[in-house]
């Protein structure tokens, strides 16, 4: 067990002895002879490595894989080595679970910043693990087992929704433990009460990054791949798109079966039955099974509230045909699509009253950065900015706000590419120099201008 000294010196020391920390177990190598029963665990877990690793390897032979994987061991050209981990600085401690710790480094020159992953010496899968065969060394090893599967499959899949192996470092040798870090690329953990107060269109950019990673891992070249473990600490923010962090706990096969009843999939609130298919596999269960989980841990806190009043019986739908399992990943991936397809192209627009003659529009003017009145969700804190899909829709929200006097088209850009619109009361944040449009209510002419 980590005494809480260690823990302070690793946050408080330069990077040289946290990476020193960070390579070997606070524990002193022991030499009593490893239990049978642990020897038996860590000998499965490295058939289970070596049959990933060849499966992967098959798949690059088969060009399946755009990138080559190096041996674990080898040197790969692209990959960061033991070497980068003397030369990180503004080491501090990031997050841990069950099983892993991950701190966040910077490499020179670049100043690029990195997650560095290792075993968790004071996690519970660990601690679990001595408490059961005594040999910290030994259990060591096995969790490390967990880092090194990870690691192959974050180099062996290729897709924007997987965190990036940036490198990796490791000692086989050192028996028992097995000394392992990777380095990734770093992210910032998902908020959910924070998301909640986004605005719909950067909600549905979650749940759409989801379902495409929920796509590829569906039909990856290395088969259909569950994330058994699937919860929303296991993914992270990197640069405005959702990625997934954590693959230790991942299976590529679907269970073998006799009858439909061995293909039950149990959530604690609702239970399916798949087919027992044709040979003799739980055929789809895996991508079910996540589809499922993105349903109860994504979709029904992101996608339906505040999005368009058009798109709603749409979203209604992929609610209810991921959440009773209707659809599979590649109609879930269409669904999404189209609604991307409508939003974008401003066909959800009800077309009714014209608004936009209720105002003036004047060129040659800018906006002040000074405090305004809110709306939410809005892109910016002091004021209300909301994506728009052209000056008449601009022209309905400015209408349905009382305060509201004036707005300006901005040229800044959603992801889907829809203009932010600034909407304001006060005449005083208009500069009239440069050359965007102003459009100002009419009724305002009787009073401020
Ligand atoms: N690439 C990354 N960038 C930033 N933070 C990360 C990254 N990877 C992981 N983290 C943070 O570190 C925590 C632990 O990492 P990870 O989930 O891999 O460990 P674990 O022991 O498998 O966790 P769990 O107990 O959830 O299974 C995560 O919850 C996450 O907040
Ligand atoms: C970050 O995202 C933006 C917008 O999607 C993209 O243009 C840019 O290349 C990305 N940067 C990196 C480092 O990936
Ligand atoms: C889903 O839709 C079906 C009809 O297609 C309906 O019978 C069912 O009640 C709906 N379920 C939910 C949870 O909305
Ligand atoms: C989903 O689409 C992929 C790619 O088009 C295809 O290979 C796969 O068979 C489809 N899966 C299902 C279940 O239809
Ligand atoms: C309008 O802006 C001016 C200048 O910033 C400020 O002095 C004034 O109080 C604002 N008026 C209102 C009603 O907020």
Redesign the pocket.
């Known amino acids: 067990m980590p005494a809480p000294e260690a823990l302070l010196a690793w946050l408080a020391t330069p990077a040289l002895l946290t990476v020193a920390l960070v390579l070997s177990g606070p524990w002193r190598l022991s030499d009593s002879p490893l239990p049978r029963s642990l020897v038996r665990e860590l000998e499965r877990r490295q058939q289970d490595l070596s049959r990933l690793e060849a499966a992967a390897d098959a798949g690059a032979r088969a060009g399946a894989f755009p990138r080559r994987r190096a041996p674990l061991g080898a040197a790969a050209a692209d990959l960061l080595g033991c070497s980068a981990l003397k030369e990180v600085t503004s080491v501090s401690f990031v997050g841990s679970g069950i099983t892993k710790r991950v701190l966040r480094a910077t490499l020179p020159p670049s100043g690029e910043e990195i997650a560095l992953k290792s075993v968790h010496w004071a996690g519970n899968d660990v601690s679990r693990c001595v408490q059961r065969y005594g040999h910290p060394g030994g259990c060591y090893r096995l969790a490390a087992y967990k880092l090194l599967q990870e690691a192959v499959l974050m180099q062996s899949l290729d897709h924007p929704g997987i965190v990036k192996l940036r490198g990796r470092c490791y000692d086989r040798s050192s028996a028992p433990e097995m000394k392992v870090v990777t380095m990734l690329e770093l992210g910032t953990p998902l908020e959910m009460i924070n998301l909640l107060q986004t605005p719909w269109e950067e909600r549905f950019k979650i749940c759409l990054d989801l379902v495409e990673l929920l796509y590829y891992l569906a039909n990856s070249p290395l088969g259909s791949i569950v994330l058994l473990d699937f919860q929303t600490r296991q993914f992270v923010m990197v640069n405005g798109s959702l990625k997934v962090t954590d693959l230790d706990d991942v299976s590529t096969k679907e269970p073998s079966c006799q009858l439909d009843h061995d293909c039950t999939l149990e959530f604690p609130t609702k239970r399916f039955s798949l087919r027992c298919g044709m040979h003799k596999r739980c055929e789809g269960i895996n991508e079910k099974k996540n589809l499922f989980n993105a349903y109860r841990y994504f979709f029904t806190y992101l996608l339906p509230h505040t999005a368009p009043f058009v798109l709603q019986p749409l979203l209604k739908d992929i609610l209810n045909a991921t959440g009773n399992l209707r659809f599979g990943a590649n109609e879930t991936l269409r669904a999404f699509q189209k609604v991307l397809h409508l939003y974008k192209s401003g066909l959800y627009l009800q077309k009714k009253t014209t608004y936009l003659k209720d105002y003036v529009a004047l060129k040659g003017f800018q906006s002040r950065d000074?405090e305004d009145y809110k709306c939410w969700p809005s892109y910016r804190h002091l004021g209300c900015m909301l994506s728009v899909h052209n000056p008449e829709e601009a022209a309905s929200i400015c209408s349905s706000h009382p305060q509201c006097q004036h707005f300006i088209i901005t040229p800044r850009r959603t992801w889907t590419g829809r203009p932010l619109a600034l909407f304001q009361s006060?005449f005083?944040?208009l500069i009239p120099e440069g050359n965007m449009v102003v459009y100002i209510k009419r009724s305002a002419f009787s009073g401020s201008l």
Do not use: E, Q, V
Request: proline share 0%.
């Open positions: 000074a006060n005083s944040d």
